[in-house]
């Protein structure tokens, strides 16, 4: 019987490694892979942020700003002039707003949002295509976490396209080389960059909707101005004159059958 049982349990062990689906070599990798592909999205994301919203020089941002270098260290704000970290191997280190510029990993612009005098449906064109550059963008992130877990240690660029992009030249993720060997299993990539678009999608579709209202009230005050200039003189000049006539009354001499009272 007992004899019987272990054969039992071996065979079923041997269906279900034989059917047992197949593991993607996109859905396994290593911790320090999966910390530098977010952090590529995350840079994407920011540069895509800075398209639509604009990104000021160091020195126009208040205090408590934050900006990011090209390695992906946040930098805060800390007074005039002054930019600080937490990151390893800057401790007590200080940069000025113009080395922050140099150093950061979006450069300063002015956004979509920003364009002055004109109506929102003609930013929806440039808002459209900066949408679907971010996607491809993030897909080429993708492409590259895959690609460098192929590469070598002399390989330092990949070329990549995603579907409906065009062609990327992206620098290998070095914590990606043989991660697929790794042991840790995770989201997919494409999970991610899908997750992202869909945050961003409805970020932006409730920015459009703000931007539209603000545009149309500013309109509105625009024209409602000049209604007022044009109403205030042909109606209420008169009525001023009245009052000044009014008020003069007070200086005209006694009636003649009251001034001997």
């Known amino acids: 019987m007992r004899t ?43 540069l895509y942020r800075s398209v639509l919203f604009g990104q000021k020089q160091s020195g126009d941002l208040p205090v408590g700003s934050v900006r990011y270098d090209s390695d992906g260290n946040a930098w805060i704000k800390k007074g005039a002039n002054s930019w600080q970290t937490l990151a390893s191997g800057y401790t007590g280190t200080t940069w000025s707003d113009i080395l922050m510029d140099q ?19 003609d930013l929806i064109p440039p808002l459209t295509q900066a949408f679907r550059a971010f996607g491809c963008r993030l897909r080429a992130v993708c492409g590259t976490e895959m690609a460098s877990q192929q590469s070598d240690d002399q390989t330092t660029q990949v070329q990549v396209q995603p579907v409906g992009c065009i062609e990327f030249t992206e620098q290998v993720l070095p914590a990606c080389r043989g991660a697929q060997q790794g042991s840790v299993s995770v989201d997919s990539c494409e999970n991610s960059v899908n997750a992202i678009l869909d945050h961003e999608r409805a970020l932006l579709t409730l920015t459009i909707a703000y931007d539209s209202a603000y545009r149309t009230l500013l309109q509105f005050e625009g024209v409602f101005a000049g209604f007022l200039t044009d109403f205030q003189f042909p109606l209420l000049q008169p009525l001023w004159q009245t009052v000044r006539a009014v008020g003069a009354f007070s200086k005209l001499p006694c009636f003649l059958g009251q001034c001997d009272q």
Do not use: W
């Open 4 to 46: 019987h049982r272990l054969i039992t349990a071996g065979l079923l062990c041997s269906l279900l490694t034989t059917f047992a689906p197949p593991v993607s070599a996109q859905n396994i990798t290593t911790v320090s892979c999966t910390a530098q592909t977010y952090d590529a999205m995350a840079h994407e994301q920011r």
């Open 103 to 121: 150093q950061s990993d979006v450069p300063a612009r002015r956004g979509i949002f920003e364009t002055r005098k004109t109506l929102t449906s």
